[in-house]
C-alpha cells in the first residue's frame, strides 16, 4: 500500500514539474519581450504602453500556438504519419518561417473591418481599445486551450476588437454586416470541410479500398491523389501563404500549380510503383502510401498558417505602436522587425510548450484517423479556403479542419451502418439455406470488389424475397448504428464555437473599462 501511495506521488511530482517547467518559460519569454522593447523604446514617450502591449502580444501568440496550430499537424500525428515531436518540430520551424518570410510588412489594424476606427475618439483611447482586445482573445485562447477545445483565434480577436469598440464608442461602431458573415462562418466553414473531406475519403474508397487487386488500384490512383494534392496546396500557398510577398489572382495561381502538379505526378508515378511492388494487398499498406504527402501537407499549411494567422497577434501590437509612435488612428499600420518577432516566436514556443494537448484532441479524440483519412481532412482544408476565398465567403480554419474530422467520423458510421445492414439482407434471403452456404457467400462477398458487390447483391434480391420488409428493417436501422464519432466532443466544440466571440467581446468590454479607468487622469 504503501509502495503504490509513493509510486502515486512520484507520478503527481512528475506531472507538477513539467507544468511548472511550461509555465516557466512561458513567463521568461513574456519577460524578455518587456525587457527588449524596454531598452528599444526608452526614449519614446508613453512606452509604458508599448512595452504592455508587447507583453499581452507575446502572451496571444502563444496562445494561437497553443491552439489554432494544431489544426495543420493534429490528423497527421492521429493518424501517425507524424510522431508529436516530430510534429511540433515541423510546426514551429514552418509557423515562424511563414510569419517572418510571408507576413508581410503592412498589416490591418482592424481585423476583417468589424469596427469603424474612425468613430474612435482619439489615438489613446484606440491604444486601450487594442490592448483591451489582445488581451482579451488570449485569456480566451487559454481557457478554450485548457478545457481542449480548438477555436478560431480569428474569431476570438475579431470578439475582442468588437466588444472594446462598443465599449469605447457606442453599438454604431460596429458593422453588424460583417459580424452577420463572421456568425454564419460557424456553419459554412465546419460543413464545407465536412463534406469536401467525406467526398475525397468516399472517393478513396471506391477506387483503392474497396478494390479486390488494392496494390494496381493504388498504382493507377496515388500519384494522381499527390497531384491534386500538389495541385491545390500550391495554389493555396501561392494565394495565402504568399499573398504578401506576390499578388496573384485564382486563375494565375491555379495554373501555376497546375503546372507544378503535372512535374510532381511524373516524379511520384514511378517512386510508387516501386514502393507498392513489395507491399502486401491490404487496406494498411494501401494507407503508407500517404505519409509522405502528410508530413508536406502539414508543414506548408503550418508555412501559410503562420503567414496568415500571426496577425492576430502582431496587428493589434502593430495598431499600438503606430498610435503611440506617430499619434492618430489608421487603418494599416508598418509591422517593425521586433512586433513580427514577438509573434512568430511566440507561436512557436506557444505550439512547443501547450500545443500538445490540442494536437491530441484533434488527432484523436474526435475520430479514428488514419492517413487516408487524414490526406482528406488536409485537402478540404486548402480547398475550402480557395474555394471561400473566390466567393467572398468568410471562413475560418479552426472550423475547416475539425469540421472535415468530423465529415470523415460521420462517413465512416454511414458506410459502417450501410454494410452491417448489407450482411443483414445477405442472411436474410439466407435464411433457409446452411450455415456454411452463407459463410461461403460472405466470403466471396467480402473479397468482391464494388462492382462485383453490387451485381451479387442485385442477383440474390432477384432470386429470393427478403424476410422483413422495407417497414420492419427501417425500424431495425438503429441496431446497425454503430458510433464512431464522439458527441461529446462535438457538442463541446460546437458550444465553444457558438460563443467565441460574443465571450471574447464582453471580456474585452470589461478589460477596456478597467484600462480606462487605471489610466485616465485622476
Known amino acids: ?33 518587456m525587457l527588449v522593447v524596454s531598452a528599444r523604446l526608452e526614449s519614446v514617450a508613453d512606452s509604458y504602453l508599448l512595452v504592455v502591449a508587447a507583453m499581452i502580444g507575446g502572451y496571444m501568440a502563444m496562445n494561437i500556438g497553443a491552439n489554432d496550430v494544431a489544426n495543420n499537424v493534429g490528423p497527421a500525428v492521429g493518424s501517425q504519419a507524424l510522431t508529436l515531436t516530430g510534429a511540433i518540430l515541423i510546426a514551429a520551424v514552418f509557423e515562424a518561417g511563414g510569419a517572418l518570410i510571408a507576413g508581410g510588412d503592412v498589416v490591418s489594424t482592424i481585423k476583417k473591418g468589424i469596427i469603424d476606427p474612425a468613430l474612435i475618439a482619439d489615438s489613446t483611447t484606440f491604444v486601450w481599445v487594442m490592448m483591451a482586445a489582445l488581451l482579451a482573445a488570449a485569456i480566451w485562447l487559454n481557457v478554450a486551450t485548457a478545457v481542449g477545445a480548438p477555436v478560431s483565434t480569428t474569431h476570438s480577436i475579431v470578439g475582442g476588437v468588437l466588444g472594446a469598440g462598443i465599449a469605447a464608442a457606442g453599438w454604431e461602431i460596429a458593422d453588424w454586416g460583417t459580424v452577420g458573415k463572421i456568425a454564419a462562418s460557424w456553419v459554412i466553414s465546419p460543413v464545407l470541410g465536412g463534406v469536401i473531406a467525406a467526398s475525397f475519403l468516399y472517393l478513396i474508397k471506391r477506387t483503392i479500398v474497396y478494390r479486390k487487386d488494392k496494390i494496381s488500384a493504388s498504382k493507377r490512383m496515388v500519384p494522381y491523389y499527390m497531384a491534386i494534392m500538389t495541385w491545390v496546396f500550391s495554389t493555396y500557398l501561392i494565394m495565402k501563404g504568399l499573398k504578401k510577398l506576390w499578388k496573384f489572382d485564382i486563375v494565375t495561381a491555379g495554373l501555376i500549380g497546375l503546372g507544378i502538379a503535372v512535374v510532381i505526378f511524373f516524379v511520384v508515378k514511378p517512386l510508387v510503383n516501386r514502393k507498392a511492388n513489395v ?13 509522405v504527402p502528410l508530413i508536406f501537407a502539414a508543414a506548408l499549411l503550418s508555412f501559410a498558417h503562420g503567414a496568415n494567422d500571426v496577425a492576430n497577434a502582431v496587428g493589434p501590437l502593430a495598431a499600438i505602436n503606430d498610435a503611440i509612435l506617430h499619434g492618430g488612428v489608421a487603418a494599416k499600420a508598418e509591422i517593425p522587425i521586433w512586433v513580427m518577432m514577438v509573434g512568430a516566436v511566440g507561436i512557436a514556443l506557444g505550439l512547443a510548450l501547450y500545443g500538445p494537448k490540442l494536437i491530441r484532441t484533434v488527432g484523436t479524440e ?52 450501410n454494410h452491417a445492414r448489407t450482411l443483414d439482407e445477405i442472411r436474410e434471403h439466407h435464411v433457409d439455406d446452411a450455415p456454411e452456404v452463407v459463410d461461403a457467400f460472405l466470403e466471396e462477398f467480402d473479397a468482391a470488389d464494388v462492382t462485383e458487390k453490387g451485381a451479387m447483391l442485385a442477383d440474390l434480391k432477384k432470386r429470393k424475397e427478403p424476410l422483413f420488409f422495407k417497414k ?40 477596456y473599462f478597467m484600462i480606462r479607468g487605471m489610466l485616465l487622469p485622476q
Open 366 to 417: 474526435i475520430t479514428e484517423l488514419d492517413k487516408m483519412r487524414a490526406y482528406c481532412v488536409a485537402m478540404a482544408a486548402a480547398i475550402t479556403v480557395i474555394i471561400a476565398s473566390q466567393l467572398g465567403l468568410p471562413v475560418s480554419s479552426t472550423h475547416i479542419a475539425v469540421g472535415g474530422i468530423f465529415g470523415v467520423g460521420f462517413l465512416r458510421e454511414y458506410l459502417e451502418a
Open 1 to 33: 500500500m504503501e509502495l503504490n501511495s509513493i509510486r502515486a506521488l512520484e507520478q503527481a511530482t512528475n506531472l507538477g514539474r513539467g507544468e511548472l517547467f511550461r509555465l516557466g518559460t512561458a513567463m521568461l519569454f513574456i519577460v524578455m519581450v
Open 279 to 291: 507491399l502486401e494487398n491490404t487496406r494498411d499498406s494501401v494507407n503508407a502510401l500517404f505519409t
Open 472 to 511: 420492419e428493417r427501417k425500424e431495425l436501422r438503429k441496431m446497425y448504428h454503430k458510433e464512431l464519432v464522439k458527441r461529446s466532443m462535438l457538442l463541446k466544440i460546437a458550444a465553444a464555437w457558438v460563443i467565441t466571440v460574443p465571450l471574447a467581446g464582453f471580456l474585452a468590454a470589461m478589460l
